[in-house]
Protein backbone atom coordinates (compact mmCIF):
# COMPACT_ATOMS: atom_id res chain seq x y z
CA UNK A 1 0.00 0.00 0.00
CA UNK A 2 1.40 3.79 -0.96
CA UNK A 3 -0.11 6.91 -0.14
CA UNK A 4 -2.70 8.23 -2.06
CA UNK A 5 -2.59 10.90 -4.42
CA UNK A 6 -6.42 11.22 -4.56
CA UNK A 7 -7.83 14.53 -2.02
CA UNK A 8 -9.98 13.79 0.99
CA UNK A 9 -13.55 13.78 0.20
CA UNK A 10 -12.94 12.17 -3.13
CA UNK A 11 -16.03 11.62 -4.94
CA UNK A 12 -15.16 7.78 -5.63
CA UNK A 13 -19.14 6.24 -7.15
CA UNK A 14 -20.35 4.89 -9.89
CA UNK A 15 -22.45 5.68 -13.03
CA UNK A 16 -25.47 4.82 -14.93
CA UNK A 17 -28.24 7.04 -16.60
CA UNK A 18 -31.99 6.15 -16.37
CA UNK A 19 -32.98 5.48 -20.10
CA UNK A 20 -30.23 1.96 -19.84
CA UNK A 21 -31.56 1.19 -15.99
CA UNK A 22 -34.80 2.38 -15.39
CA UNK A 23 -37.15 0.38 -17.37
CA UNK A 24 -40.92 1.16 -15.97
CA UNK A 25 -40.78 2.52 -19.86
CA UNK A 26 -44.69 4.11 -19.49
CA UNK A 27 -45.27 3.62 -15.73
CA UNK A 28 -46.82 6.23 -13.87
CA UNK A 29 -47.20 8.95 -16.95
CA UNK A 30 -43.88 8.49 -18.37
CA UNK A 31 -43.64 9.14 -21.88
CA UNK A 32 -41.31 7.45 -24.56
CA UNK A 33 -37.17 7.63 -24.97
CA UNK A 34 -35.16 7.25 -28.14
CA UNK A 35 -34.02 3.79 -26.62
CA UNK A 36 -37.69 2.99 -25.89
CA UNK A 37 -38.05 2.60 -30.03
CA UNK A 38 -34.95 0.37 -30.18
CA UNK A 39 -34.22 -3.18 -31.18
CA UNK A 40 -31.64 -5.40 -29.60
CA UNK A 41 -28.65 -6.42 -31.42
CA UNK A 42 -30.66 -8.99 -32.58
CA UNK A 43 -33.18 -7.04 -34.34
CA UNK A 44 -30.85 -4.51 -35.81
CA UNK A 45 -30.19 -2.04 -33.01
CA UNK A 46 -27.48 -0.23 -35.04
CA UNK A 47 -29.07 0.51 -38.17
CA UNK A 48 -32.22 1.74 -36.01
CA UNK A 49 -29.74 3.79 -33.64
CA UNK A 50 -28.58 5.81 -37.54
CA UNK A 51 -31.92 5.96 -38.92
CA UNK A 52 -34.68 6.45 -36.24
CA UNK A 53 -37.62 7.77 -38.67
CA UNK A 54 -37.89 4.28 -40.11
CA UNK A 55 -37.01 2.84 -36.49
CA UNK A 56 -40.43 4.82 -35.18
CA UNK A 57 -42.36 3.54 -37.78
CA UNK A 58 -41.25 -0.57 -37.19
CA UNK A 59 -42.52 -2.66 -35.11
CA UNK A 60 -39.70 -4.94 -33.13
CA UNK A 61 -40.72 -8.32 -31.33
CA UNK A 62 -37.77 -6.92 -28.22
CA UNK A 63 -37.07 -3.87 -26.83
CA UNK A 64 -34.32 -3.72 -24.57
CA UNK A 65 -35.14 -0.79 -22.54
CA UNK A 66 -38.78 -1.54 -21.43
CA UNK A 67 -38.14 -3.17 -18.35
CA UNK A 68 -34.31 -3.02 -18.22
CA UNK A 69 -32.72 -3.52 -15.36
CA UNK A 70 -35.97 -2.33 -13.30
CA UNK A 71 -34.23 -0.03 -11.68
CA UNK A 72 -37.45 1.76 -11.43
CA UNK A 73 -38.57 -0.84 -8.58
CA UNK A 74 -35.29 -1.88 -7.88
CA UNK A 75 -33.68 1.26 -6.89
CA UNK A 76 -33.31 0.41 -2.94
CA UNK A 77 -31.82 -2.59 -3.68
CA UNK A 78 -29.55 -1.18 -5.58
CA UNK A 79 -28.92 1.61 -3.76
CA UNK A 80 -27.96 -0.49 -0.36
CA UNK A 81 -25.29 -2.32 -3.03
CA UNK A 82 -23.81 0.90 -3.36
CA UNK A 83 -23.49 2.43 -0.59
CA UNK A 84 -21.68 -1.61 0.45
CA UNK A 85 -19.09 -0.91 -1.53
CA UNK A 86 -18.42 2.80 -0.11
CA UNK A 87 -19.89 4.88 -2.35
CA UNK A 88 -19.40 8.76 -1.84
CA UNK A 89 -21.28 9.44 -5.40
CA UNK A 90 -23.99 8.05 -7.99
CA UNK A 91 -24.08 9.67 -10.93
CA UNK A 92 -27.53 8.78 -12.46
CA UNK A 93 -29.74 11.01 -14.97
CA UNK A 94 -32.97 12.18 -14.52
CA UNK A 95 -35.17 10.41 -17.76
CA UNK A 96 -36.72 13.94 -19.39
CA UNK A 97 -39.90 12.20 -20.88
CA UNK A 98 -40.56 10.60 -17.27
CA UNK A 99 -40.72 14.98 -15.93
CA UNK A 100 -41.98 16.11 -19.30
CA UNK A 101 -43.60 13.28 -21.35
CA UNK A 102 -44.04 14.85 -24.68
CA UNK A 103 -41.38 17.45 -24.04
CA UNK A 104 -43.77 20.68 -24.27
CA UNK A 105 -46.28 19.93 -21.43
CA UNK A 106 -47.52 23.01 -19.33
CA UNK A 107 -47.06 21.13 -16.15
CA UNK A 108 -44.71 18.48 -15.28
CA UNK A 109 -45.58 14.49 -14.03
CA UNK A 110 -45.51 14.39 -10.74
CA UNK A 111 -45.32 10.70 -10.00
CA UNK A 112 -41.80 11.23 -12.32
CA UNK A 113 -40.75 13.91 -10.06
CA UNK A 114 -41.62 11.85 -6.91
CA UNK A 115 -39.82 9.10 -7.69
CA UNK A 116 -36.44 10.67 -8.22
CA UNK A 117 -37.33 12.31 -4.68
CA UNK A 118 -37.32 8.87 -3.51
CA UNK A 119 -33.76 7.99 -5.13
CA UNK A 120 -31.89 11.25 -3.92
CA UNK A 121 -33.46 10.75 -0.48
CA UNK A 122 -32.24 7.12 -0.36
CA UNK A 123 -29.03 8.05 -1.26
CA UNK A 124 -29.02 11.22 1.43
CA UNK A 125 -29.37 8.07 3.57
CA UNK A 126 -25.90 6.75 3.00
CA UNK A 127 -24.44 10.08 2.64
CA UNK A 128 -24.35 9.40 -1.34
CA UNK A 129 -23.69 12.44 -3.30
CA UNK A 130 -26.22 12.40 -6.36
CA UNK A 131 -24.38 13.12 -9.56
CA UNK A 132 -27.18 14.32 -11.78
CA UNK A 133 -27.00 14.40 -15.84
CA UNK A 134 -29.77 16.25 -16.81
CA UNK A 135 -29.76 15.16 -20.64
CA UNK A 136 -29.05 11.73 -20.81
CA UNK A 137 -29.78 10.92 -24.66
CA UNK A 138 -33.07 11.40 -23.48
CA UNK A 139 -34.84 13.69 -25.39
CA UNK A 140 -38.56 12.78 -25.64
CA UNK A 141 -39.50 10.86 -28.74
CA UNK A 142 -42.32 13.20 -28.84
CA UNK A 143 -39.75 16.05 -29.60
CA UNK A 144 -38.21 14.48 -32.60
CA UNK A 145 -41.63 13.65 -33.82
CA UNK A 146 -43.43 16.91 -33.64
CA UNK A 147 -40.23 19.21 -33.61
CA UNK A 148 -37.69 17.22 -35.47
CA UNK A 149 -35.25 17.53 -32.00
CA UNK A 150 -32.37 20.10 -30.96
CA UNK A 151 -32.20 21.15 -34.39
CA UNK A 152 -35.16 22.90 -34.19
CA UNK A 153 -34.63 26.15 -31.35
CA UNK A 154 -37.73 25.78 -29.38
CA UNK A 155 -35.95 22.60 -27.47
CA UNK A 156 -34.41 25.54 -25.41
CA UNK A 157 -37.37 26.46 -24.32
CA UNK A 158 -38.90 22.95 -23.34
CA UNK A 159 -34.77 22.48 -21.54
CA UNK A 160 -35.31 25.15 -19.85
CA UNK A 161 -38.37 24.13 -18.31
CA UNK A 162 -37.59 21.17 -17.24
CA UNK A 163 -34.18 22.16 -15.26
CA UNK A 164 -36.10 24.84 -13.59
CA UNK A 165 -38.58 22.43 -12.48
CA UNK A 166 -35.50 19.95 -11.59
CA UNK A 167 -33.83 22.40 -10.16
CA UNK A 168 -36.70 23.68 -7.84
CA UNK A 169 -37.42 20.45 -6.61
CA UNK A 170 -34.29 18.86 -5.69
CA UNK A 171 -32.82 21.89 -4.40
CA UNK A 172 -30.64 20.93 -1.12
CA UNK A 173 -31.11 17.56 -2.39
CA UNK A 174 -28.73 17.67 -5.81
CA UNK A 175 -25.60 20.30 -6.25
CA UNK A 176 -23.40 18.26 -8.78
CA UNK A 177 -24.98 18.94 -12.20
CA UNK A 178 -24.18 18.57 -16.00
CA UNK A 179 -26.35 19.41 -18.58
CA UNK A 180 -25.69 17.18 -21.64
CA UNK A 181 -24.37 13.51 -21.46
CA UNK A 182 -21.77 13.38 -24.08
CA UNK A 183 -22.22 16.90 -26.02
CA UNK A 184 -19.99 15.65 -28.71
CA UNK A 185 -22.67 12.42 -29.54
CA UNK A 186 -24.63 14.44 -31.22
CA UNK A 187 -22.09 14.81 -34.49
CA UNK A 188 -22.19 11.07 -34.27
CA UNK A 189 -25.21 9.55 -33.26
CA UNK A 190 -27.47 12.60 -33.25
CA UNK A 191 -30.82 10.23 -32.07
CA UNK A 192 -29.19 9.82 -29.24
CA UNK A 193 -27.44 13.20 -29.01
CA UNK A 194 -30.40 15.09 -30.47
CA UNK A 195 -33.49 13.82 -30.71
CA UNK A 196 -32.99 14.18 -34.42
CA UNK A 197 -32.59 12.12 -37.92
CA UNK A 198 -30.37 13.76 -40.11
CA UNK A 199 -30.86 11.37 -43.21
CA UNK A 200 -32.83 13.29 -44.81
CA UNK A 201 -30.81 16.72 -44.40
CA UNK A 202 -29.34 18.75 -47.36
CA UNK A 203 -26.27 19.47 -45.40
CA UNK A 204 -26.45 16.90 -42.65
CA UNK A 205 -23.46 18.59 -40.84
CA UNK A 206 -24.91 22.10 -40.64
CA UNK A 207 -27.77 20.69 -39.15
CA UNK A 208 -26.05 18.69 -36.37
CA UNK A 209 -23.91 21.80 -35.21
CA UNK A 210 -27.04 24.37 -35.43
CA UNK A 211 -28.61 21.62 -33.07
CA UNK A 212 -25.42 21.94 -31.27
CA UNK A 213 -25.25 25.54 -30.73
CA UNK A 214 -28.72 25.18 -29.59
CA UNK A 215 -27.90 22.53 -26.73
CA UNK A 216 -24.40 25.00 -26.03
CA UNK A 217 -26.73 28.30 -25.38
CA UNK A 218 -29.58 25.54 -23.34
CA UNK A 219 -26.20 24.71 -21.14
CA UNK A 220 -25.36 28.64 -20.51
CA UNK A 221 -28.60 29.18 -19.56
CA UNK A 222 -28.88 26.08 -17.62
CA UNK A 223 -25.57 27.20 -15.92
CA UNK A 224 -27.06 30.57 -14.70
CA UNK A 225 -30.36 29.32 -13.71
CA UNK A 226 -29.18 26.56 -11.85
CA UNK A 227 -26.46 28.86 -9.72
CA UNK A 228 -29.76 31.51 -9.13
CA UNK A 229 -31.37 29.06 -7.69
CA UNK A 230 -28.96 27.89 -5.19
CA UNK A 231 -25.51 29.61 -5.57
CA UNK A 232 -24.34 26.16 -3.98
CA UNK A 233 -25.10 24.40 -7.45
CA UNK A 234 -22.45 22.91 -9.45
CA UNK A 235 -22.77 22.66 -12.93
CA UNK A 236 -20.55 20.71 -15.32
CA UNK A 237 -20.13 19.71 -19.13
CA UNK A 238 -19.66 16.19 -20.50
CA UNK A 239 -17.36 15.50 -23.08
CA UNK A 240 -16.60 11.24 -24.73
CA UNK A 241 -12.73 12.31 -24.64
CA UNK A 242 -10.14 9.52 -25.29
CA UNK A 243 -6.81 11.51 -26.81
CA UNK A 244 -6.20 10.59 -30.92
CA UNK A 245 -2.87 9.82 -31.52
CA UNK A 246 -1.30 10.05 -34.90
CA UNK A 247 -0.78 6.76 -37.01
CA UNK A 248 2.72 7.87 -37.64
CA UNK A 249 5.54 10.95 -36.76
CA UNK A 250 3.88 12.23 -40.42
CA UNK A 251 3.16 15.67 -39.46
CA UNK A 252 -0.08 15.00 -41.60
CA UNK A 253 -0.77 12.58 -39.56
CA UNK A 254 -0.26 14.25 -36.24
CA UNK A 255 -2.21 17.76 -38.11
CA UNK A 256 -5.37 14.98 -38.72
CA UNK A 257 -5.01 13.90 -34.73
CA UNK A 258 -5.05 17.03 -33.71
CA UNK A 259 -8.25 18.06 -35.87
CA UNK A 260 -9.97 14.79 -34.60
CA UNK A 261 -9.21 16.06 -30.86
CA UNK A 262 -10.54 19.65 -31.87
CA UNK A 263 -13.69 17.72 -33.04
CA UNK A 264 -14.99 16.91 -29.44
CA UNK A 265 -13.08 19.61 -27.56
CA UNK A 266 -14.64 22.45 -29.81
CA UNK A 267 -17.62 22.14 -27.57
CA UNK A 268 -16.16 22.01 -24.34
CA UNK A 269 -14.04 25.51 -25.83
CA UNK A 270 -17.62 26.81 -25.80
CA UNK A 271 -19.26 25.50 -22.57
CA UNK A 272 -15.77 25.78 -20.51
CA UNK A 273 -13.98 29.30 -21.81
CA UNK A 274 -17.32 31.06 -23.22
CA UNK A 275 -16.69 31.32 -26.90
CA UNK A 276 -16.75 29.75 -30.41
CA UNK A 277 -13.06 28.49 -30.69
CA UNK A 278 -10.86 30.60 -33.31
CA UNK A 279 -10.51 27.16 -35.29
CA UNK A 280 -14.12 26.79 -35.69
CA UNK A 281 -14.55 29.81 -38.45
CA UNK A 282 -12.45 28.14 -41.04
CA UNK A 283 -14.06 24.39 -40.14
CA UNK A 284 -17.91 26.28 -40.58
CA UNK A 285 -16.59 27.56 -44.00
CA UNK A 286 -14.95 25.02 -45.21
CA UNK A 287 -18.49 22.46 -44.56
CA UNK A 288 -20.92 25.45 -45.55
CA UNK A 289 -22.03 25.75 -42.11
CA UNK A 290 -24.30 28.76 -41.70
CA UNK A 291 -25.00 29.10 -37.72
CA UNK A 292 -28.56 30.83 -37.43
CA UNK A 293 -27.98 32.64 -33.54
CA UNK A 294 -30.28 34.75 -31.99
CA UNK A 295 -29.41 37.90 -30.12
CA UNK A 296 -27.87 37.51 -26.70
CA UNK A 297 -26.78 34.00 -27.65
CA UNK A 298 -23.19 35.44 -27.61
CA UNK A 299 -23.22 36.70 -24.12
CA UNK A 300 -25.09 34.17 -22.56
CA UNK A 301 -21.91 31.43 -23.83
CA UNK A 302 -19.60 34.08 -22.81
CA UNK A 303 -21.38 34.92 -18.71
CA UNK A 304 -21.97 31.33 -17.92
CA UNK A 305 -19.05 28.97 -18.46
CA UNK A 306 -19.48 25.71 -16.55
CA UNK A 307 -17.65 24.88 -12.92
CA UNK A 308 -16.26 21.90 -13.91
CA UNK A 309 -15.14 19.40 -16.77
CA UNK A 310 -16.78 16.11 -16.88
CA UNK A 311 -15.93 13.46 -19.66
CA UNK A 312 -15.96 9.82 -20.55
CA UNK A 313 -13.37 7.88 -21.18
CA UNK A 314 -12.84 4.60 -22.55
CA UNK A 315 -10.22 4.39 -25.07
CA UNK A 316 -7.69 6.35 -26.88
CA UNK A 317 -7.86 6.51 -31.02
CA UNK A 318 -5.86 6.41 -33.44
CA UNK A 319 -6.18 8.44 -36.96
CA UNK A 320 -4.05 8.81 -40.39
CA UNK A 321 -3.98 11.28 -43.12
CA UNK A 322 -3.71 8.43 -45.44
CA UNK A 323 -7.33 7.23 -46.86
CA UNK A 324 -5.50 3.83 -47.39
CA UNK A 325 -4.77 3.27 -44.24
CA UNK A 326 -7.86 4.38 -42.69
CA UNK A 327 -9.61 1.43 -44.90
CA UNK A 328 -8.47 -0.39 -41.76
CA UNK A 329 -10.69 1.51 -39.01
CA UNK A 330 -12.58 0.04 -37.03
CA UNK A 331 -15.47 1.40 -34.09
CA UNK A 332 -18.49 2.28 -35.23
CA UNK A 333 -18.94 5.74 -33.03
CA UNK A 334 -15.66 6.90 -33.20
CA UNK A 335 -13.39 5.16 -36.43
CA UNK A 336 -10.01 4.35 -34.87
CA UNK A 337 -6.83 2.03 -36.27
CA UNK A 338 -6.12 -0.68 -33.90
CA UNK A 339 -2.84 0.11 -31.82
CA UNK A 340 -0.37 -2.46 -32.02
CA UNK A 341 0.71 -1.53 -28.49
CA UNK A 342 -2.73 -1.94 -27.40
CA UNK A 343 -4.93 -5.12 -25.89
CA UNK A 344 -8.49 -4.76 -27.22
CA UNK A 345 -11.59 -5.74 -25.27
CA UNK A 346 -14.02 -8.24 -27.05
CA UNK A 347 -16.05 -5.54 -28.79
CA UNK A 348 -12.86 -3.94 -29.94
CA UNK A 349 -12.31 -1.05 -27.59
CA UNK A 350 -8.71 -0.54 -27.53
CA UNK A 351 -7.76 -1.05 -23.33
CA UNK A 352 -5.32 1.97 -22.62
CA UNK A 353 -4.78 3.54 -19.05
CA UNK A 354 -2.03 5.75 -20.31
CA UNK A 355 -4.15 7.09 -22.65
CA UNK A 356 -6.32 8.19 -19.99
CA UNK A 357 -3.92 10.44 -17.71
CA UNK A 358 -2.53 11.65 -21.29
CA UNK A 359 -6.40 12.97 -21.81
CA UNK A 360 -6.57 14.69 -18.68
CA UNK A 361 -3.53 15.87 -18.81
CA UNK A 362 -4.32 17.63 -22.21
CA UNK A 363 -8.13 18.37 -20.61
CA UNK A 364 -6.67 20.45 -18.00
CA UNK A 365 -3.95 22.28 -19.65
CA UNK A 366 -6.81 23.41 -21.71
CA UNK A 367 -8.84 23.99 -19.52
CA UNK A 368 -7.85 24.62 -15.86
CA UNK A 369 -11.15 23.70 -14.23
CA UNK A 370 -11.72 21.17 -12.11
CA UNK A 371 -11.85 17.22 -13.47
CA UNK A 372 -14.60 14.98 -13.04
CA UNK A 373 -14.26 10.92 -14.62
CA UNK A 374 -18.10 10.24 -14.73
CA UNK A 375 -17.52 7.02 -16.98
CA UNK A 376 -14.85 4.43 -17.30
CA UNK A 377 -14.77 1.06 -17.48
CA UNK A 378 -14.89 -2.20 -19.58
CA UNK A 379 -17.56 -4.10 -21.11
CA UNK A 380 -17.15 -7.65 -21.04
CA UNK A 381 -19.20 -10.68 -20.93
CA UNK A 382 -18.96 -12.14 -17.13
CA UNK A 383 -19.92 -15.94 -16.31
CA UNK A 384 -21.44 -17.17 -13.29
CA UNK A 385 -19.54 -20.15 -12.17
CA UNK A 386 -20.93 -23.34 -10.72
CA UNK A 387 -20.91 -21.52 -7.18
CA UNK A 388 -22.70 -18.57 -8.46
CA UNK A 389 -19.35 -16.64 -8.32
CA UNK A 390 -18.17 -14.24 -10.90
CA UNK A 391 -14.41 -13.50 -11.30
CA UNK A 392 -14.04 -10.66 -13.40
CA UNK A 393 -10.30 -10.38 -12.78
CA UNK A 394 -10.22 -8.62 -16.23
CA UNK A 395 -12.40 -6.22 -14.79
CA UNK A 396 -10.51 -5.57 -11.51
CA UNK A 397 -7.59 -5.59 -14.39
CA UNK A 398 -8.36 -2.57 -16.05
CA UNK A 399 -9.40 -0.53 -13.40
CA UNK A 400 -6.78 -1.04 -11.58
CA UNK A 401 -4.70 0.23 -13.89
CA UNK A 402 -7.23 3.62 -14.60
CA UNK A 403 -7.36 4.34 -11.29
CA UNK A 404 -3.57 4.28 -11.03
CA UNK A 405 -3.20 6.46 -14.04
CA UNK A 406 -5.35 8.87 -12.76
CA UNK A 407 -3.95 8.93 -9.27
CA UNK A 408 -0.53 9.96 -11.84
CA UNK A 409 -2.93 12.04 -13.28
CA UNK A 410 -2.74 14.18 -9.73
CA UNK A 411 0.55 13.95 -8.88
CA UNK A 412 1.29 15.83 -12.33
CA UNK A 413 -1.30 18.52 -10.69
CA UNK A 414 -4.44 17.68 -12.64
CA UNK A 415 -7.30 18.59 -9.97
CA UNK A 416 -9.51 15.70 -9.91
CA UNK A 417 -12.90 15.54 -8.18
CA UNK A 418 -13.78 12.31 -8.61
CA UNK A 419 -14.62 8.91 -10.17
CA UNK A 420 -17.80 7.25 -11.08
CA UNK A 421 -17.16 4.16 -13.41
CA UNK A 422 -20.01 3.64 -15.64
CA UNK A 423 -22.19 0.51 -15.01
CA UNK A 424 -21.31 0.27 -11.93
CA UNK A 425 -24.30 -2.41 -12.06
CA UNK A 426 -24.82 -3.88 -15.27
CA UNK A 427 -27.28 -2.52 -17.54
CA UNK A 428 -28.38 -2.46 -21.34
CA UNK A 429 -26.00 -0.60 -23.30
CA UNK A 430 -26.40 2.13 -25.08
CA UNK A 431 -24.46 1.12 -28.79
CA UNK A 432 -26.04 -2.57 -28.89
CA UNK A 433 -28.38 -2.37 -26.64
CA UNK A 434 -27.50 -5.52 -25.55
CA UNK A 435 -27.08 -7.18 -21.89
CA UNK A 436 -24.41 -9.37 -22.02
CA UNK A 437 -21.56 -6.27 -22.57
CA UNK A 438 -21.62 -5.80 -19.38
CA UNK A 439 -19.83 -3.23 -17.28
CA UNK A 440 -21.18 -3.66 -12.99
CA UNK A 441 -19.45 -4.85 -9.81
CA UNK A 442 -23.18 -5.64 -9.54
CA UNK A 443 -24.27 -8.20 -11.88
CA UNK A 444 -27.85 -8.48 -13.13
CA UNK A 445 -29.28 -11.50 -13.92
CA UNK A 446 -31.48 -10.69 -17.39
CA UNK A 447 -29.66 -11.97 -20.94
CA UNK A 448 -29.34 -10.46 -24.50
CA UNK A 449 -33.48 -11.63 -25.19
CA UNK A 450 -34.86 -10.19 -21.59
CA UNK A 451 -34.91 -13.41 -19.69
CA UNK A 452 -33.53 -13.68 -16.46
CA UNK A 453 -34.50 -13.39 -12.83
CA UNK A 454 -33.44 -9.93 -12.67
CA UNK A 455 -31.61 -10.79 -9.13
CA UNK A 456 -28.22 -8.96 -8.13
CA UNK A 457 -25.41 -10.88 -7.03
CA UNK A 458 -21.81 -9.31 -6.44
CA UNK A 459 -19.17 -9.65 -8.79
CA UNK A 460 -15.86 -10.57 -7.32
CA UNK A 461 -14.63 -6.53 -8.20
CA UNK A 462 -17.19 -5.20 -5.80
CA UNK A 463 -15.21 -6.10 -2.84
CA UNK A 464 -12.03 -4.97 -4.60
CA UNK A 465 -13.75 -1.58 -5.72
CA UNK A 466 -15.04 -0.90 -1.99
CA UNK A 467 -11.42 -1.80 -0.58
CA UNK A 468 -10.37 1.02 -3.34
CA UNK A 469 -12.43 3.51 -1.77
CA UNK A 470 -12.08 2.25 1.63
CA UNK A 471 -8.21 2.75 1.17
CA UNK A 472 -8.95 6.24 -1.04
CA UNK A 473 -7.18 4.70 -3.63
CA UNK A 474 -3.96 3.37 -1.77
CA UNK A 475 -4.72 -0.29 -1.78
CA UNK A 476 -5.42 -0.97 -5.41
CA UNK A 477 -3.63 -5.13 -5.54
C1 LIG B 1 -21.12 6.24 -23.27
C2 LIG B 1 -22.51 6.58 -22.88
O1 LIG B 1 -20.98 6.58 -24.61
O2 LIG B 1 -20.70 4.93 -23.27
C3 LIG B 1 -23.26 5.49 -22.15
O3 LIG B 1 -22.60 7.77 -22.15
C4 LIG B 1 -22.89 4.14 -22.75
O4 LIG B 1 -24.62 5.76 -22.23
C5 LIG B 1 -21.39 3.94 -22.55
O5 LIG B 1 -23.61 3.08 -22.24
C6 LIG B 1 -20.87 2.59 -23.00
O6 LIG B 1 -21.28 2.32 -24.31
P1 LIG B 1 -22.05 0.99 -24.66
O7 LIG B 1 -22.40 1.11 -26.09
O8 LIG B 1 -21.10 -0.10 -24.36
O9 LIG B 1 -23.24 0.96 -23.77
Not at 315 to 343: H, I
Not at 441 to 446: A, G, H, L, N
Amino acid sequence: MTKSPFPEGFLWGGAVAANQCEGAYLEDGKGLSPVDVLPSVEGGRWDAVMNPTKALETKYDYYPSHESIDFYHRYKEDIALFAEMGFKSFRLSISWPRIFPNGDDATPNEAGLAFYDRVFDECAKYGIEPVVTINHFDTPVELFKNYGGWKNRKCIDFYMNFCEVIFNRYKGKVKYWMTFNEINMILHLPFFGGGMDVNGEANPEEAKYQAAHHQLVASAMATKLAHEIDPENQVGCMLAAGATYAFSCDPKDVWKAMQADREGYFFIDVQARGYYPSYSKRFFKEHNINLVMEDGDLDVLKNHTVDYVAFSYYSSRLTSADPEVMKETEGNVFATLRNPNLEASEWGWQIDPLGLRITMNAIYDRYQKPLFVVENGLGAVDTVEADGSINDDYRIDYMREHVREMGEAIEDGVDLIGYTPWGCIDLVSAGSGEMKKRYGFIYVDRDNEGKGTLNRSKKKSFDWYKKVIESNGSDLV
